[in-house]
């Protein structure tokens, strides 16, 4: 296999040579597990040794010839010793000596553990005695000649255990041997695969570029599903786990198709014996949590080996020992469920459709969407035989299924295939298949209850809505639905779902609306009115024929309960409208909400909700208040409110206990609403907090769904900000090029917006217009996401009279819609643009109803651009520098720069220019109108020299006598940096060099 180039570990090495060299020891011995890269970095520590001054000799050490006196050293002393000699270690270390013809000796040995005595000591001898220098590699775990360890004990050479690689290790690694980086997500999963192992990682990604599952994409490598197991790979685990007894292998294989799994279970399936001496040779890993003592992998791909090797019939045998040993104890923890119940599919001893529906709902729940979609189809073919199951009309864990009565109380006999399908089909949109969630649902057959209508309504809205990008048909259906019923809850559980996706489609005023009354009553406006009208990105009306190829009508008629006639809830067509509009065309608005959606006046409830109904009252149950939370957060984002979002947000998730089980999923928006508060209040730690619980919310989440894209759209944002576009395309790369998302048009669209401030516009471009045809969802705020894209496009294509006018046009168009966030973003790009007079006058007057400091910052960088105040700019700059956004602090610094060229000489405008050039060497390849004529200041090497030195804190005299040359030199090159940089003191200095 051909040798990857090194890369990563650069402060290892470098620590590694000064042990190597140090004069109080005799050399460095490299220990560490099998496959951490020790022989790679011991190559690189001899590589340090100038070869004029030493001799090295290498001593390979293997298994085979452990047991031979001198086999290590059979290639380097004669093959005979003289007769009669008596000390045959200090004739093999003379002949060694021989071959250093009066240079220093090293000596090289690799797996140093595997040395035969007789070898180690003569080597450990010719070190002890400081006659020859070692570097050698010991592997961790392994027995080793007590002359080798004992070198390092009694201090004559150093030691370094080396771990696997880093994250940032593993990153440099891939790009090096790939040839270019690897995407963000395929780093974490190479990383989670091999656990940083440099042998095993070579290896996997060998086997998935064979297999054409790991291939670049835009120069950017991505890898597609899961990587195949190599026969090569196979043979390294076994190499490394060694022959197994079939109790240890019943151990690993257990361990494989159940971990985490229980230490006692384990020794009750194979013996008490088998688990210890199982630990003890690193197959499994028993970690103590509380009381229970919990048994994984030793490594993930010990895992793969095992479940690829193990027969199928041996296979369902062990799954039904595992059902046998857990199920008896009564799956107190809730996990046990979903396992114990996937178990007995994998066994093949099926189960009934309640269980399968109950742990169908807590895999979602725990964001494993793969096993949640086998469960619940699984529930569904159960339930096919016509069996049924009373259910609460709220389905546990999803989140079209909310009846709070105080809503939680409704329930209704359904057939337990039905509900099966609304859970699943649930489960599938949240999971980004949409077709196949349309298909479940179009086979359900009509609830006669209110309830069940409301579950079934529901699940077809989202689908509409999220899936299918007809947000007018699903309002409508919602709208229609609701005005039947006559359980004021059930009314609830609806507009709750239509605040929903008022939120979602940017309507902050409405949504505010109803969010207060829903929040202060509990009770919600009937809707009433004409029939809906429709916009163009909705779709055609309803009554439309289906353009060609669209799939049949979703919804069928729903019959009332105690009626034989049919009453229709909505034909609707759920084909999308026709191809997004071409990316040179003018944006479509915001989706007009349906008339029946609308909020009236007068909030008093219908005639038939007094007496009884209304005696009792209704009022907003945990999942339905947590819905209204986050939709109300999401409108008060958008309006610019973002102190109170984010408060509404940490209200909501401090309550989590209480709603997460019904809707898990609702993660997701919460933390993305929370993250777009920073990103719009230019609150970068506000924006870390929220990742920060987004990702751990996530941590255990198997598939894709909306929850991975939010993160990776909220994370590629936060490094937008930064100015750390390199990171933000990585970030955006594997989502931005999924496979089958449909709602990934905010990735794309995000990715496009950085390939345009690097000043690709060709790229970005094409990305946007994927962008429209990918996204399902285009009646979101994804609409003004692509404006503001489309701003920087033009900029990029060197348009940037052009791009300013796009801008304002945006930032009109989101005030006429009450967006008052992203109005802010689009005036203040006008003015890094070059256009402040008209961005001005609208800036200041949202200063006064927006929270944070990025709006205020771009009204002082309007005003002092167009008052021709570079000062001023430079005050912005540093106060977008201190908030972590340095492109915005780069481009203002730039502005200032060129007013100071025309109005106060050269000095003041090179210290600007520095400053530019400083701020924009952090942004990872930033190429904006403003900062496009930016250059780097014209030093020589030498002058660098001397101004890297002086930055860090050297005085004349020592940087004299470190390059060698006079002080007075020094001292020249010194002042000759301060010049071409602008800048007066080394703290200046400093700054524009370690920053940049």
């Known amino acids: ?38 022989s790679r970095l011991a190559g690189k520590i001899l590589e340090a040794f100038r070869p004029a001054r030493v001799t090295l000799l290498p001593i390979t050490a293997t298994k085979a010839a452990s047991g031979i006196p001198n086999g290590a ?45 007789h070898s180690a000591e003569v080597v450990a001898s010719l070190v002890r005695g400081r006659q020859a220098r070692l570097v050698a590699t010991l592997r961790t775990g392994e027995p080793a000649p007590d002359s080798m360890t004992g070198l390092w004990r009694d201090g004559h050479v150093r030691r370094l255990d080396v771990d696997p690689f880093s994250d940032a290790d593993l990153v440099a690694v891939l790009a090096a041997a790939l040839g270019g980086p690897p995407d963000d997500a395929t780093a974490r999963r190479l990383g989670e695969i091999t656990e ?36 090569r790979l196979a043979d390294l685990i076994h190499e490394r786990i060694g022959a197994l007894s079939p109790a240890l292998k019943a151990v690993l294989e257990y361990t494989a198709f159940a971990e985490p799994v229980g230490a006692r279970t384990l020794s009750a399936l194979c013996s008490e014996e088998a688990v210890l001496e199982a630990e003890e040779r690193g197959l499994i890993k028993v970690a103590v949590d509380r009381r229970r003592e919990i048994a994984r992998l030793g490594h993930p791909l010990y895992g793969e080996v095992a479940r690829e090797h193990c027969p199928e019939l041996r296979r369902r045998r062990r799954h039904a020992d595992l ?33 399968l529906l109950a742990a169908c709902r807590l895999a979602w729940a725990a964001h494993d969407y ?81 309830p069940g209508r409301a579950r079934l309504v529901q699940a077809v809205a989202s689908n509409l809505a999220w899936g299918m990008d007809r947000l007018g048909d699903a309002l409508d259906l919602l709208a229609t639905t609701e005005k039947s019923l006559r359980d004021p809850a059930l009314r609830l559980q609806l507009a709750t779902r239509r605040l929903s996706l ?174 777009m508060c920073g990103y719009f209040a230019g609150d970068l730690p506000l ?81 946007l217009r994927a962008a429209l045809d990918r996204n399902r969802a285009t009646w979101t705020a994804f609409t003004r996401w692509v404006a503001l894209t489309r701003v920087w496009i033009a900029a990029a294509a060197g348009e940037p009279e052009h791009a300013a006018e ?67 700019l430079l005050d912005v700059a540093a106060g977008f520098d201190t908030l972590g956004l340095r492109l915005h602090a780069a481009e203002a610094a730039a502005q200032a720069a060129s007013l100071l060229r025309r109005t106060r000489g050269e000095k003041a405008a090179r210290a600007a220019a520095t400053e530019a050039w400083s701020l924009a060497g952090a942004c990872q390849g930033v190429d904006t109108p403003a900062l496009r004529g930016l250059a780097a200041p014209n030093l020589t090497s030498r002058e660098l020299q001397v101004a890297k030195l002086t930055a860090a804190g050297l005085s004349h005299r020592e940087i004299a006598e470190r390059l060698g040359i006079a002080i007075r030199t020094a001292m020249n090159h010194r002042n000759q940096a301060y010049w071409k940089l602008g800048v007066n003191s080394p703290a200046e200095l400093a700054k524009a060099l370690t920053r940049h």
């Open 1 to 38: 296999m051909k040798t990857w180039p090194f890369a990563g570990r650069r402060q290892e090495l470098e620590h590694l040579v000064r042990l190597a060299r140090d004069p109080t020891a005799q050399g460095v011995l490299v220990a560490g597990p099998a496959g951490v890269g020790k």
């Open 73 to 117: 050293l059979a290639d380097l002393i004669p093959r005979d010793h003289p007769p009669h000699l008596v000390n045959t270690l200090r004739w093999a270390g003379e002949e060694l000596l021989k071959q250093a013809r009066g240079r220093t000796l090293v000596l090289a040995v690799d797996d140093a553990h595997l040395l035969d005595s």
């Open 196 to 231: 940083g192992n440099a042998l095993f990682l070579q290896e996997v990604v060998t086997a998935a570029r064979a297999a054409g599952s790991l291939h670049p994409i835009q120069g950017v490598w991505k890898l597609t599903g899961d990587p195949p197991l190599a026969p």
């Open 323 to 355: 059902v046998a040993a857990v199920e008896p104890t009564g799956l107190r923890r809730v996990e046990d469920l979903v396992r114990v119940t996937v178990w007995r599919l994998s066994a093949g001893l099926g189960a009934a459709p309640e269980p």
């Open 370 to 450: 793969p096993t949640a979609i086998r469960l619940g189809e699984a529930a569904v073919e159960a339930g096919t035989d016509g069996s049924t199951a009373s259910a609460p009309a709220t389905v546990r864990g999803a989140p079209a299924t909310d009846t709070d009565t105080d809503t939680d109380t409704a329930t209704a006999t359904v057939t337990g295939n039905a509900a099966a399908a609304i859970q699943l089909a649930t489960v599938l949109d949240y999971a980004q298949q949409p077709d196949r969630a349309r298909a479940v649902l179009d086979a359900v057959a009509p609830p006669r209850d209110e």
């Open 502 to 675: 008022t939120a979602s489609a940017a309507r902050p005023a409405d949504a505010l609306h109803l969010s207060d009354t829903l929040l202060s009553s509990g009770t919600p406006p009937r809707p009433s009115g004409p029939a809906p009208h429709r916009h163009p990105l909705t779709g055609p009306p309803a009554s439309s024929p289906p353009r060609p190829g669209a799939p049949p009508s979703i919804v069928r008629p729903v019959e009332e309960p105690g009626t034989s006639d049919p009453v229709p809830l909505k034909a609707v067509v759920t084909g999308t409208s026709g191809l997004p509009p071409p990316e040179d065309a003018p944006l479509p608005q915001a989706a007009t909400l349906p008339e029946e959606a609308a909020l009236p006046d007068a909030m008093a409830p219908p005639a038939e909700t007094t007496g009884p109904a209304r005696a009792r009252g209704v009022r907003l149950g945990p999942v339905s208040r947590a819905q209204v939370l986050n939709s109300r957060a999401l409108a008060l984002c958008y309006s610019g409110r973002t102190r109170e979002a984010a408060d509404l947000v940490r209200e909501a998730l401090d309550e989590a206990q209480s709603w997460r089980d019904g809707i898990p999923a609702l993660v997701s928006p919460l933390h993305s609403t929370w993250a």
């Open 687 to 767: 924006m870390d907090q929220a990742i920060a619980s987004m990702r751990a919310e996530l941590a255990g989440q198997r598939g894709w769904s909306r929850g991975e894209g939010s993160l990776a759209l909220s994370r590629g944002h936060a490094a937008t900000l930064r100015g750390e576009l390199g990171a933000a395309l990585l970030i955006l790369h594997s989502p931005a090029n999924h496979e089958t998302a449909v709602t990934v048009g905010g990735c794309m669209g995000a990715y496009a917006a950085v390939q345009a401030l690097r000043g690709d516009a060709p790229a970005a471009r094409a990305t």
């Open 806 to 872: 796009l801008a304002l046009s945006a930032a009109a168009e989101c005030r006429e819609a009450g967006l008052s966030a992203f109005e802010s973003v689009a005036l203040h790009d006008a003015v890094r643009l070059g256009a402040p007079h008209s961005a001005l006058p609208r800036l200041e007057e949202l200063t006064s109803v927006m929270d944070g400091s990025r709006v205020r910052l771009a009204a002082r960088q309007a005003r002092a651009l167009a008052a021709d105040d570079p000062g001023g």
